[in-house]
Nanobody, 129 residues
């Protein structure tokens, strides 16, 4: 069973940058697709948006249209970490960000349907002046 812990959230001004990290403990990460999702204020679980997903070997990625060109996802299976580098942040990026792991899932399905077998507790990102 995997455990995921997010870190790196905080308050940032519009146009600024943040780097979120997801530390994973448990069995090997090699069999898990990893994704970052976000839940805007006032939204419940069904409205958790797939921000970005990365394939098991890290050779394929998917981004929501709203973050393309601004966010970059990467993973290091040897260190069991997944990173979401966010730049040119906007107020509408404000949300709780979650990382999730899905066993042998393709990135399209994971991100498109917000699917995950294991979830972290989330980290708050607030973009405000």
């Amino acid at each position: 069973q995997l455990q995921l812990v997010e870190s790196g959230g905080g308050l940032v001004q519009p146009g600024g940058s943040l780097s979120l990290s997801c530390a994973v403990s448990g069995p090997s990460l090699d069999y898990y697709t990893i994704g970052w999702f976000r839940q805007a204020p006032g939204k419940e679980r069904p409205d958790r948006e797939g921000v970005s997903c990365i394939s098991r070997r890290g050779d394929s990625t998917k981004y929501a249209d709203s973050v393309k060109g601004r966010f970059t996802i990467s993973r290091d299976n040897a260190k069991n970490t997944v990173t979401l580098q966010m730049s040119r942040l906007k107020p509408e990026d404000t949300a709780v960000y979650f990382c999730a792991a899905a066993f042998m899932r393709d990135i399209e399905t994971m991100c498109g349907q917000s699917l995950g077998d294991y979830w972290g507790q989330g980290t708050q990102v607030t973009v405000s002046s």
